[in-house]
């Protein structure tokens, strides 16, 4: 027997009849085709699956779509605004954030939490922040680099678009 | 898999009675991990998660009542919490990571009954009370009478926790959490331990509230450590004295985290930390 689910994601809603079993990740990826979130481990350990439900990052291989009813829900797909990278994409592109890159959708969700919350977070408060997410290629340095190299990439950014409004 | 998605508490309790079979699920922190491993399957699933009033926080002039529902994220942002129960908020801050602590609750850790829940020693020392509900009514539980053994309450069929209520304490003399273990957003604790203390004028103790977890099948208070330290002065010769009695109180186990051995060696540094932090 399937239930109805209707999820605001990146801003678009969406409603669609599931399998109760769902997972939130495979709506993500499969009923509505957003392949951004990755699935690591499925038992709640990797952080690879990370999306924002409400503001808040949760890990999206354990939680049920059904749960998700309701909810809003922001995915890597949505932080890239008309064609510009968010600050945190563009600072993991700046300070080579990524190697095979399957940890990083979740790895800058979790960031935009982070600093959200944050707004002058230390090499160590980012630490801390990035508890839940694991990374097997890079050995976290340059991710944390880039988190904390993303907080003074926001006011560039601003200028750049204050630019093409004059242009 | 059935999921049933109540969202009206009365609701929730009517169905529950129907189906005493099925799984309550919360934030599914730790239903979900196990159901994706399979030893779940074909489970009639309770979602709780739309029950919007057991999500608050309330407080009454003498306590502070906890949703069953309230994250462990939420009790680390709310002013009164972090005032009155500052080992509670310290313990919340060291479950899971960021992603575990914005979708776990404390009904959940507390009906997991875990050996190693975290939220345990500081519910122990604040002598919180539990709060259940069923179609038939309700009852209120001390929180150390909820459990029955590891991964065991004394939950009765078709009975959800409700709320947690905690009394607003007077404020103590010292405050003490710690949690030791590993990387703490995959590891289970190895020893959690929480500590209240009270002090007449004359320095002698008024009253002491210390209570361990990992440390036995559940959440242990110290009592003969405890009521030995009542009207004494917390010197060093008593103190070592009470650290001899911490034997009496615990019973650890050796087990893939941990030995028994390593346990009583930080348990007891731990108290000795506690009761040495004033002087
Ligand atoms: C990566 C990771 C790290 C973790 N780290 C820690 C840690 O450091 N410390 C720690 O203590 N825990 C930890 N946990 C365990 C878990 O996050 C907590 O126990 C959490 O509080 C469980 O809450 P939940 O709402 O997610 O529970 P759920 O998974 O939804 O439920 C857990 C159990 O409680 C029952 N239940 C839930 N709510 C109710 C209710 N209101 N009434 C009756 N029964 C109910 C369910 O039926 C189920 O059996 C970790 C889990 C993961 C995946
Ligand atoms: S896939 Fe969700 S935490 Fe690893
Ligand atoms: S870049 Fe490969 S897992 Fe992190």
Redesign the pocket.
Known sequence: MTMPVSITVNGTETSHEVEPRLLLVHYLRDVIGLTGTNVGCD???CGSCTVLIDGLAV?SC?VLAVQGDGSDITTIEGLAKNGELHPIQQAFWDNHGLQCGFCTPGMIITATEILKKNKKATEQDVRHGLE?NICRCTGYENIVKSIVAAQSVAPAKKAGKAKKGTA | MKVLRPHSVDDALELYERHPDA???????????AWNGGSENGRLI?D?SALAS?RRIRDTPSMLRLG??V??WQLQQETLVKKKFPLLVD?CA????R??QS????????????P?????APLAVYDARVR?RSAAGRRKLPFMDVFAGVKK?H?RPG????LVELDFPKKPARQFFR?V?TR??????KTVAAGLLWLRRDGTVRELRFALGSMAPTVRRLYSVESFLLGKKPTPRVVKEAVALLEADVDPIDDLRSTRFYRMEVSRNLLRAFLRSGS
């Open positions: 038992t709640s350990q890990k354990t839940g | 799984v309550p699920l919360a934030g599914g922190t730790d239903f979900m991990v309770l709780l057991w069953a529902l994250t462990h313990a060291t479950i899971g990571g992603q575990i979708r776990g609750t404390l009904g959940g850790n507390i009906a997991n009954a875990s190693a829940g975290d939220t345990f259940l309450t939950l009975e959800l926790i409700e949690k273990g703490s957003a995959s590891a289970i604790s």
